[in-house]
């Protein structure tokens, strides 16, 4: 794959998507998030890939929107409609689960694009940073929506205002990522997770992560019907039936992901 | 049994018509509207048949007209042509009709599903009329359909910016009945198509009839007419067993007669 802003590397079904600007922090340009999305959409069209790891090459994960590409008369809101809300998007409607390991500081759009992610892993050491307000801007790319709804409004408030790092430590405590992996452990930790992802029922997973999400935002009657759906679909995978059977059989599933 | 641009198949009581020119997404030519109508027309005049069902495949429903077959027309020879004239047959359908839609109705694609009573749609389904990019207009009821469905100022809306809808959308303001998963887009139709074929067909039809002239006709006239389709149905083997069922308290077996 030929790509100048990140890294695309595909192993046991797992693919690795590195931001790869690292004397600039892995901070993003037009291309970058221009690449981030093709490389999601390659990875989604792959049937061999049943996981995607976001994570940063260097000493960051990704310092957020490169500085130098905002002008004095830059329109904000056409920027982020270009740029970051397909970006966005493309992480919501890929089917597959997305993982952000946070190798390094994750700052500002940075950090929204960590928190767009299914999960996160976080190296200890390493921050996120909602730079935004420091700037005398508002945390974007769907960092408000998103934020309350993984830490509760209250958390969340303080995150995006007070603009104090937040500490590995501290985000895996308020469940803000999964893992909490030690600097020499990392990509052990990392390929650990991922590759348990990439052999679950990856068809149930899209039909988890679509629900779950849009769940949030539907009354009660309206969720439940798209939850029968849901479970229609999944009662017709090859990975229920093989579930069904190992059950039976007493023996571990092999999950194919269809 | 298959035609050149359909498929045709027929489940219990409801006939169905799968668009089958998968290479071009669908998109709708002279012939594929022709065999189109006719088979709808077929459908209706079968005896067997209650209910329709026009569908697509996994990618598209129908994703427009072609547009060669259009690049070298005048107006002169649309005129002699009429190539539109085709589909108002569409509208004197008496059964209903069920357009289920996934992937995309665009344009033409779009009018046709519009021509359909009810439409099922798949939750990543995209409607648009994307004519205005092209220098013209929707030309098979498109303007009409949509404007009717949505309202002025949405209709001119979409149809200007020539910008697609998505399902969510087109739900919200009516332009379809239900959105469901992708993959049970047709399961979803069937069903409905079964519930409905279980209805009483002079009912259905009658009904039909009623609610289509209620868009066209002033209120007075507009309930003469269902008022004097409501006496028709007396005339009907259907309203004596319904009304009998209702009071016998058992579920009632219409005929269609």
Redesign the interface.
């Known amino acids: 794959m030929d790509f100048q802003t990140i890294d695309y590397e595909l192993i046991d079904q797992v693919a690795t998507i590195t931001l790869n600007r690292p004397s600039a922090y892995n901070a993003m340009t037009e291309t970058m998030n221009k690449e981030i999305i093709k490389a999601l959409k390659v990875a989604t069209k792959d049937d061999s890939v049943r996981c995607i790891v976001l994570t940063g090459s260097g000493k960051a994960f990704c310092s957020g929107q490169d500085l130098g590409d905002i002008e004095k008369d830059t329109n904000h809101a056409e920027f982020l409609r270009e740029r970051y809300h397909p970006m966005v998007r493309a992480i919501n409607q890929t089917p597959k689960p997305i993982v952000a390991a946070i190798n390094g500081t994750a700052a500002g759009a940075g950090m929204s694009l960590a928190l767009a992610a299914d999960f996160r892993l976080m190296k200890k050491g390493a921050k996120l940073v909602s730079a935004f307000m420091n700037i005398g801007l508002v945390p974007d790319s769907g960092f408000l929506y998103i934020l309350p709804r993984l830490v509760g409004y209250a958390k969340a408030m303080e995150i995006s205002v007070l603009g104090k790092p937040v500490s590995a430590e501290v985000a895996k405590e308020i469940g803000l990522v999964t893992e909490l992996i030690e600097e020499k452990e990392w990509q052990e930790g990392v390929n650990q997770f991922t590759r348990k992802l990439a052999n679950m029922p990856t068809k149930a997973f899209a039909l988890v992560k679509k629900n779950m999400m849009s769940g949030l935002n539907q009354d009660v009657d309206v969720f439940l019907e798209y939850e029968a759906q849901a479970q229609r679909i999944a009662g017709m995978s090859n990975d229920h039936l093989e579930g069904i059977q190992a059950f039976e059989e007493k023996r571990k599933p092999r999950f194919i992901g269809k | 049994m298959s035609k050149t641009f359909i498929h045709v198949l027929v489940e219990n009581e409801v006939g169905i018509i799968q668009l089958n020119r998968p290479k071009a997404l669908n998109a709708l030519n002279r012939k594929m509207v022709d065999e189109i109508v006719e088979q709808m027309e077929a459908f209706d005049a079968d005896n067997s048949i209650r209910v329709i069902v026009l569908k697509g495949n996994e990618r598209a429903f129908a994703a427009g007209a072609d547009i060669e077959e259009m690049m070298e027309e005048t107006p002169l020879t649309l005129e002699v042509l009429d190539p539109f004239a085709v589909w108002d047959r569409l509208s004197l359908i008496k059964k209903p009709t069920i357009a289920a839609v996934n992937g995309f109705a665009l344009g033409g694609g779009f009018e046709l599903a519009l021509h359909c009573d009810l439409i099922i749609a798949a939750r990543d389904a995209k409607f648009g009329f994307p004519e205005v990019k092209l220098g013209v207009l929707p030309g098979a009821g498109g303007t009409q359909f949509l404007t009717k469905a949505m309202g002025r100022r949405k209709a001119l809306e979409w149809i200007w910016l020539g910008e697609s809808m998505t399902a969510q959308e087109a739900e919200k303001y009516g332009v379809v009945n239900r959105v469901?998963?992708a993959?049970?887009v047709e399961?979803e139709a069937m069903r409905l198509a079964t519930r409905l074929a279980k209805q009483a067909p002079i009912s259905l039809r009658l009904i039909k009839e009623s609610v289509y002239k209620a868009e066209d006709l002033p209120i007075v006239d507009g309930k003469m007419l269902e008022r004097k389709n409501f006496y028709l149905a007396f005339a009907s083997e259907d309203q004596t067993e319904g009304m009998r069922a209702f009071k016998e308290k058992r579920p009632p077996t219409f005929k269609g007669e």
Do not use: S, T
């Open positions: 469901v998963e993959e049970l399961e």
